[in-house]
């Protein structure tokens, strides 16, 4: 069975410092991997996706995450957070056609 | 339409009444999930539809939830006698039938059981 384990609950940076937020999965074989925020009220929105090939993938808003195969990690980076990133981030593994999801990690940004 | 859409955005029913809740997914995707997002908790999945086949029911807690889908387009999820651990955000998602494509969430719905 697929798993995915997000290990902080709540991440604090000041704004303009650089973030990690790190994501374990567990998947028998290549993993299809996801990340995804959720402003408060809203849906979930997709920052970025692996499927294959080049191991770091950059998505939206700056973010950028790198799938680690060995160590079975797809942390999420952002160089410099904004006041605006603070949310709630969902890491997803797919391979399955149903998605599994972390239990998420909520970022607090201090100006 | 444009996005997914869900209705209603809260909905507040009293213990033991049943609920509907309601998705309209992306035209053309054929696939569909519901899943449930409770205070401080991930998202648990419910109940996944892709395109004619039949659902995957498995994530459904209790035989109290259910869901149809009409017309391989909108979907209802139905809490019959809803308990107070019923009260969550339930978010439906579509995507197109190849897994490598991402999902698509709706604002989801704010379910209170008072």
């Known amino acids: 069975a697929q798993s995915v384990t997000q290990p902080d609950i709540h991440i604090t940076v000041s704004e303009g410092a650089s973030l990690e937020l790190r994501c374990n999965y567990s998947y028998g074989a290549t993993p299809y991997l996801f990340w995804y925020v959720q402003s408060p009220g809203q849906g979930l929105q997709l920052l970025l996706k692996?499927?294959?090939?080049?191991?770091l993938v950059q998505g939206i808003k700056g973010f950028e995450a790198e799938f680690k195969r060995s160590q079975s990690s797809f942390n999420l980076r952002k160089p410099s957070v904004h006041w605006s990133d603070a949310a709630e981030y969902f890491c997803a593994v797919g391979g399955s056609y149903i998605p599994t999801f972390g239990r998420g990690t909520s970022l607090i940004v201090h100006p | 339409g444009a996005g997914v859409s869900q209705s209603p955005s809260n909905k507040v029913t009293e213990k033991g009444k049943d609920v509907e809740l309601r998705c309209d997914p992306i035209?053309?995707?054929?696939?569909l999930y519901w899943y449930r997002q409770s205070l401080g908790q991930g998202l648990e999945f419910l109940i996944y539809?892709?395109?004619?086949?039949?659902?995957?029911k498995s994530g459904l807690p209790s035989d109290r939830f259910s869901a149809e889908r009409t017309g391989g387009s909108v979907s209802t999820l139905t809490i019959q006698r809803t308990q107070q651990e019923d009260s969550a955000v339930y978010l439906c998602a579509s995507s197109q039938a190849d897994r490598n494509t991402e999902a698509f969430f709706g604002q989801g719905t704010r379910l209170t059981v008072v």
């Open positions: 035209s053309g995707h054929t696939a």
């Open positions: 692996y499927f294959s090939g080049d191991t």
């Open positions: 539809f892709q395109g004619n086949s039949a659902p995957d």
